[in-house]
């Protein structure tokens, strides 16, 4: 196997590429214990999880790493989000975290 693409990826689509590997064969076990920390933190699909991403990038101008750990946490305030996007290194006003929160909760409804 050749690795070609390095990218960060939500743990529901983790979730669903060892699913899918699963399906080919035994995993290894770390590839189980990776498959069960995914399985048990993931709070919404693959497909909801990957638009939430690219409307963070897009919308707020965040990198994909800091959108994805906001995808797996799914935080639920403004405190929560600031922890989170404080690796940025800009300042969010708190309105436009009000408006991350309003996103993340019309994905996770």
Not at 18 to 46: C, D, N, T, W
């Amino acid at each position: 196997m050749k690795v070609t693409k390095i990218r960060e990826i939500p743990l529901p689509k983790v979730r669903d590429l060892l699913e899918m590997r699963q399906g080919l064969g035994p995993l290894e076990s770390y590839q189980v214990a990776v498959l069960s920390h995914a399985s048990r933190f993931s709070k919404i699909p693959s497909d909801k999880a990957e638009k939430l991403i690219e409307e963070l990038v897009d919308k707020f101008k965040m990198s994909r790493a800091t959108a994805v750990q906001i995808v797996n946490i799914l935080p639920t305030s403004v405190q929560e989000l600031r922890v989170l996007l404080a690796r940025e290194g800009k300042v969010f006003l708190t309105e436009d975290l009000e408006k991350i929160l309003e996103l993340i909760r019309s994905h996770t409804e």
